[in-house]
């Protein structure tokens, strides 16, 4: 469904972020991307989305080159992203934003359904600004919504985990499990959390730039456990996208 | 009444061929429709062109409608309006203004509104303004509103600007009581060559007594704007003044608020935000499927509600 052919990339400073990346996704898979900070994990979620552009490779979606396509493109292609840092709109209401979303007029019931899924009571927000008067944590599921609201074949979530305040994560593990096993949605889940990795199809380490390893077994589960330890050591793709 | 009228009614007021309540249609400086109610009694100043708005004190639950239109170059309308809000009332004035103009003569509409808010009384005011027309003359509204509170009366003004006005200066001088409140929502949109000074003096007189002014602005092309509001504490109060405005290269947006704090238990704050549409909003439009321009149109919109 999904297929990252020797992806390249660099910063504007030009530090070389991904090396040469390939990486497959198969149809209707969960698929859990970790690994060190830095180590090119958001890079790549954003090149999937088209918010970055490979510096060379290319990227095939349903069989589509879809490497020269924008990010509009892309996410009409059927490619949703969820930030890792979501953003306040001053004016904007909640519904209308997950009326954007979801690209048609909803229900209330519709809308209580969507963010009831994420934990949040929706009449108390329908009418409520995505601006500085909520929480972190609810913006981060006004975040989560949104992308739920589209419907889309393939999801890229970028640490869904942060910022998730009172919500647990049993929670927000419930909603992967929802949209993967009943939805049969493809999902890329950018995440450093042992119970998100424990859900995978497949997990894959990028290390240096490059996909270092892939699976789900024990053996796999201990070498991501083992990257834990080298957050530090990596170039510092954060100070670009806020990891 | 003539069909460039009608058409400005229909964008600044819920004209539909009637209105509902008390009303006034003033074309061109002068009445071309009329109507009191039982509680509501509307009649021409005896010194000056104008109104005399009577609402008579318990007063709930009804409207009345002093829309106002030019709609030829070469004409200034002036027009003094005075609402007399008996105490205990509660009701929704709309006073929305359209200048409509072909030629090269300018057009404008000068309305000074002057509110007296009797005890307990409850008004929403609700103005928006537009110009339209393709001619070259300068279209203008200048309207000042000068607004009397006394104890525990709520002014709510909802004002805006939607665009096509050449020209605006926007003058609002509130003197409030005890337990008194004044709540502004503003919203200007100004493009081109446009111009737009907004100016409010704000006065807590009493205890209790509050304003929360909000101003939302987009300043387009190379169009300017600029924002002053002051807030006055005389006495144990609270103020609050906000001016968010969305600039595009080339504009320009002046904004100073001020406070004067002429009493130790007046609390007082004052926010101003101008900047671009941030990068990071559009981007995420833009992963919902939306063009640049749509996610630009869709913030601004939301933005100016």
């Given amino acids: 469904m ?29 698929v859990v991307i970790t690994g060190p900070n830095g ?14 552009h490979p510096d060379s490779g290319s990227i095939f979606f349903d069989g589509r080159d879809i490497t020269d396509l924008d990010v509009t493109e892309r996410a009409r292609a059927g490619i949703s992203y969820a930030f890792q840092q979501p953003v306040r709109f001053k004016g904007i209401t909640v519904k209308k934003l997950m009326e954007t979303a979801a690209g048609e007029s909803l229900s209330e019931r519709k809308l209580c359904e969507i963010l009831g899924t994420v934990g949040l009571c929706a009449k108390n927000y329908l009418t409520r600004e995505v601006n500085a008067t909520l929480s972190g944590g609810e913006i981060k599921r006004i975040e989560l919504a949104t992308v739920i609201a589209r419907r889309t074949k393939l999801t890229v979530f970028d640490e869904p985990e942060a ?17 993967h096993k009943d939805q049969g949605r493809t999902l890329v889940i950018i995440s450093h959390q042992e119970r998100i990795l424990r859900i995978a199809d497949e997990i894959i380490l990028i290390d240096g730039g490059r996909v270092s390893g892939r699976g789900t077994d024990t053996a796999m589960m201990d070498k991501v456990m083992a990257q834990g330890g080298m957050k530090a050591a990596c170039c510092k793709e954060e100070e670009y996208f806020g990891e | 009444m003539n069909e460039i009228t009608k058409e400005l009614l229909r964008s600044i007021s819920d004209w539909s061929g009637a209105y509902e309540g008390a009303y006034n249609i003033r074309e061109n400086g002068c009445s071309v429709g009329r109507s009191s109610s039982d509680c509501i009694k509307i009649e021409n100043k005896s010194d000056a062109p104008g109104l005399e708005i009577r609402i008579l004190p318990g007063t709930k639950g009804q409207s009345v409608s002093i829309p106002a239109c030019v709609t030829a170059g070469g004409i200034d309308d002036l027009t003094y309006n005075d609402f007399y809000v008996g105490e205990d009332s509660d009701v929704l004035i709309i006073a929305g203004c359209g200048v409509h103009n072909e030629s090269g003569e300018p057009a404008r509409h000068n309305g000074i509104h002057r509110f007296f808010l009797g005890k307990g009384s409850r008004v929403k005011y609700v103005e928006k303004h537009i110009g339209t027309g393709s001619g070259k003359g300068i279209k203008s509204i200048d309207p000042v509103t000068e607004a009397y509170l006394e104890e525990g009366s709520t002014l709510e003004m909802d004002s805006s600007q939607i665009g096509g006005v050449d020209s605006t200066v926007r003058v609002t001088r509130v003197k409030v009581a005890a337990g008194a409140r004044l709540l502004v929502r503003e919203r200007i949109l100004t493009e081109h060559e446009q111009n737009a000074h ?8 009493g205890k209790d007594s509050g304003a929360d002014i909000i101003s939302r602005s987009v300043a387009r092309d190379r169009s300017k704007q600029t924002y ?18 969305i600039i595009d290269d080339g504009a320009i947006v002046d904004a100073s608020p001020s406070l004067f704090a002429h009493h130790a238990d007046a609390a007082l704050i004052h926010e101003a935000a101008v900047g671009k549409i941030a990068g990071e909003q559009i981007l995420k439009l833009r992963t919902l499927g939306l063009t ?7 913030i601004i919109a939301g933005f100016l509600g």
């Fill in chain 2, 228 to 245: 002053k509001s002051v807030i006055i504490g005389n006495a144990p109060c609270t103020g609050h003044s906000e001016c968010d405005a």
């Fill in chain 1, 2 to 30: 999904l297929s990252l052919k020797n992806i390249s990339w660099s910063s504007p400073d030009n530090r070389e972020i991904l090396k040469g990346l390939d990486l497959t996704v198969g149809d209707g898979k969960l």
């Fill in chain 2, 198 to 205: 907004t100016e409010f003096e704000v006065e807590l007189n």
């Fill in chain 1, 39 to 52: 180590s090119g994990k958001t890079t790549l979620a954003r090149i999937i989305a088209g918010i970055e």
């Fill in chain 2, 292 to 298: 640049e321009e749509e996610a630009e149109a869709k």
């Fill in chain 1, 163 to 179: 910022g998730i305040d009172l919500w647990s994560f049993k929670s927000l593990i419930e909603v992967f499990k929802n949209l």
